[in-house]
C-alpha cells in the first residue's frame, strides 16, 4: 500500500511538469529519482510476490517461479527506463546531464553503495548506456549479476 505513496505523487508531478510545458520534469519527487513511477511499481509487483510466497500452490502443477517473472519484469522496466535517458540526453544535452548528476537513477542512495551497484556498469561500458546494444549489454549484465546473487542466496540457506 506504500507504494502508493510513490507512484502516485510521481504521476502527479509528471502530469503537472507536461501540463506546464517543463522540458525536463525535476522537481517535487522528481529530484529523488529520475524514474519514481517505475520504482513505485517495481516495489508494489515485489510486494507482490512476497505475498505470493505466503500462498500455498497447487501440487503438480507446472508453473514459472514467480520470481523469475518479477526479474525479467524489472529488468525490462530498467531496460526502458535507460532507453528514456538516452533519448532525453539526445533531445536536452547538457541539461539533462546536469539533472543526472544531482538525481539519482531511482532508488536514492549514499553515493558509496550506488558506486558499488555501477561499479560492473562502469567497467564495461565506461560511462552510461548510449544506445541500444549498451541498453541490452547493462540489462543482461545485471539480470546475470542478480540470478547468480539469488542462486549463490539460495545455497547459503540450504547449509
Given at each position: 500500500?506504500?507504494?502508493?505513496?510513490?507512484?502516485?505523487p510521481?504521476?502527479?508531478?509528471?502530469?503537472?511538469?507536461?501540463f506546464?510545458?517543463?522540458?525536463?520534469?525535476d522537481?517535487?519527487?522528481?529530484?529523488?529519482?529520475?524514474?519514481p513511477?517505475?520504482?513505485?511499481?517495481?516495489l508494489?509487483?515485489?510486494?507482490?510476490?512476497?505475498?505470493?510466497g505466503?500462498k500455498?500452490?497447487?501440487?503438480?502443477?507446472?508453473?514459472?517461479?514467480?520470481?523469475?517473472?518479477?526479474?525479467?519484469?524489472?529488468?525490462?522496466?530498467?531496460?526502458?527506463?535507460?532507453?528514456?535517458?538516452t533519448?532525453?540526453?539526445?533531445?536536452?544535452g547538457k541539461?539533462y546531464?546536469?539533472?543526472?548528476?544531482?538525481?539519482?537513477?531511482?532508488?536514492?542512495?549514499?553515493?558509496?553503495?550506488?558506486?558499488?551497484?555501477?561499479?560492473?556498469l562502469?567497467?564495461?561500458?565506461?560511462?552510461?548506456?548510449?544506445?541500444m546494444?549498451?541498453?541490452?549489454?547493462?540489462?543482461?549484465?545485471?539480470?546475470v549479476?542478480l540470478?547468480?546473487?539469488?542462486?549463490?542466496?539460495?545455497?547459503?540457506?540450504?547449509?
Amino acid at each position: 500500500m506504500e507504494t502508493w505513496l510513490i507512484f502516485l505523487p510521481s504521476t502527479a508531478t509528471w502530469l503537472y511538469g507536461k501540463f506546464k510545458k517543463c522540458e525536463i520534469v525535476d522537481f517535487w519527487i522528481y529530484k529523488y529519482s529520475r524514474h519514481p513511477q517505475y520504482l513505485g511499481y517495481i516495489l508494489w509487483s515485489y510486494g507482490l510476490l512476497i505475498y505470493v510466497g505466503y500462498k500455498d500452490y497447487v501440487r503438480g502443477a507446472f508453473t514459472i517461479p514467480p520470481t523469475l517473472i518479477w526479474l525479467v519484469t524489472t529488468m525490462i522496466i530498467v531496460g526502458v527506463a535507460l532507453h528514456e535517458e538516452t533519448e532525453m540526453r539526445n533531445k536536452y544535452g547538457k541539461k539533462y546531464e546536469e539533472y543526472c548528476r544531482k538525481t539519482p537513477f531511482m532508488i536514492p542512495l549514499p553515493r558509496s553503495i550506488a558506486n558499488t551497484i555501477t561499479a560492473p556498469l562502469k567497467l564495461l561500458l565506461k560511462e552510461n548506456p548510449r544506445n541500444m546494444k549498451d541498453i541490452i549489454i547493462t540489462t543482461v549484465l545485471y539480470t546475470v549479476i542478480l540470478i547468480a546473487l539469488s542462486y549463490m542466496l539460495i545455497l547459503a540457506l540450504k547449509l
